[in-house]
């Protein structure tokens, strides 16, 4: 089994200025050709950091991809340090040079001096063109004294649309085959806590199990993601469903999809499917339910509009008229409420009782949501509670 190490270099990727999606992108691309990521690293642009993170990662893994530290300016300093690490001088890459001119040319702009760097490398590596910026790759081969084998070594640019091309066209190739594939899928389910997913799950979860089968939990969507490992993508798929089989027999109306699915795909999809319609009433809240059912492929023919209310707008004892109401002024077969009411306990503490209620002709529902204390979880909570109460009902009919 081969192994990565995925390395993100900028000190505002560190400092959290911008966010690594690079290293995520990358680890998902090696994992199709077998190559599993051990680690992430990301580390700022200071020397003593760069050269010592370059010396472990070329000494405890197999593969290394770098992305960042490819620039012109003086805090890129990528190739400098690969080319400390492997004890060598910095040359000349005439071709490359000559590659960056004219595309500076090609924008009718002159080329700073400073850009001269982008075409030096390592003694001994190889540059990798890239297509569409002033910065080429580089590719190397360092001894690993661990392994007793060469660790490889590519360094791309950290603009996403940049170094997705060079991996493609320049790396890939270059590396061996694993004789592995590894392949995953991901399972959404809603309505219950990571703890008590767990338990449902049973050994399904167990470290060491092939395919392994992890938690993770966003804004109360518990998303199990399956990891399978084989000699080809027919013996992945099978151990895949297999175990999506089991989730599906443990986990039964929580789950709700699958990949990218959220709660209003699946709810809007099962709407289109029966020709039905649904509004929304949101009290105390900023839109956020409407916001997940607006702007949707399906939402003109299923999403018939909705409410915002303040608090102080709306009173608990005609309640069931105002729903009602609300429900025939947007012609919706169905209609949601959110209710985010703003409290203080004796002690001056702000405190939400919220609920959900699902509404149709002659028939209402209502459902407590126990508050968390906090406001961003509780709302995106509420709000998914709200849309699986409708998808529940719809599973019903």
């Known amino acids: 089994m081969l192994t990565a190490e995925v390395i993100a270099i900028g000190t505002e990727l560190t400092t959290g200025a911008r966010l690594d999606t690079n290293s995520q992108w990358l680890s998902r691309e090696l994992a199709r050709l077998g190559i599993t990521t051990s680690w ?11 050269l010592e993170t370059f010396r472990i990662a070329s000494q405890r893994v197999d ?7 490819l ?6 300093l990528t190739r400098q340090f690969l080319a400390e690490l492997a004890g060598v001088e910095l040359m000349l890459d005439v071709a490359s040079l000559e590659a960056i001119r004219e595309r500076f040319r090609a924008r009718f702009r002159e080329m700073p001096e400073t850009n001269n760097i982008q075409a030096y490398h390592p003694v001994g590596s190889i540059m990798l063109a890239n297509p569409l910026g002033t910065a080429p790759g580089i590719w190397m081969e360092l001894p690993n004294m661990k392994s007793g084998r060469s660790t490889l070594i590519a ?3 950290g603009v996403p649309v940049e170094m997705k091309r060079m991996f493609f066209e320049q790396v890939v190739p270059r590396l061996p085959s694993s004789g592995r594939v590894i392949r995953s899928a991901r399972i959404n389910c809603f309505g219950v ?3 008590h997913a767990e338990e449902m799950l049973g050994d399904i979860t167990m470290r060491g199990r092939d395919p392994e089968v992890g938690i993770t939990v966003h804004q109360a969507t518990i998303t199990l993601r399956i990891e399978a490992h084989g000699e080809n993508d027919e013996e992945c798929l099978a151990k895949i469903d297999q175990t999506r089989l089991l989730i599906h027999e443990r986990m039964g109306m929580l789950v709700f999809g699958e990949e ?10 099962m709407l289109a499917d029966r020709q039905q319609t649904v509004a929304t009433l949101e009290v105390g809240q900023a839109g956020l339910l409407s916001s997940r059912l607006s702007g949707h492929l399906l939402s003109d023919s299923c999403y018939r509009g909705g409410t915002v209310l303040t608090n102080a707008l709306f009173d608990e004892g005609s309640a069931v008229y105002v729903i009602e109401a609300s429900r025939r002024q947007h012609q919706a077969d169905y209609l949601l409420l959110t209710h985010f009411p703003f409290e203080m306990d004796a002690d001056k503490r702000a405190t939400q009782t919220t609920s959900v ?4 002709e002659g028939w209402s529902e209502r459902k407590e949501v126990v508050s968390l204390g906090i406001h961003d979880l509780d709302e995106a909570r509420l709000a998914k509670t709200a849309l699986n109460l409708l998808r529940l009902r719809l599973l019903e009919t």
């Open 40 to 50: 992430h690293t990301t580390v700022a642009d200071t020397p003593a950091d760069l």
């Open 63 to 69: 593969v290394v991809i770098i992305s960042g530290g």
């Open 71 to 76: 620039g012109p300016t003086k805090d890129d």
């Open 155 to 157: 360094a791309l640019p």
């Open 193 to 195: 806590g990571e703890s």
């Open 260 to 269: 990218d699915d959220e709660l209003e795909d699946v709810v809007l999809k």
């Open 357 to 360: 209620s699902l509404t149709g």
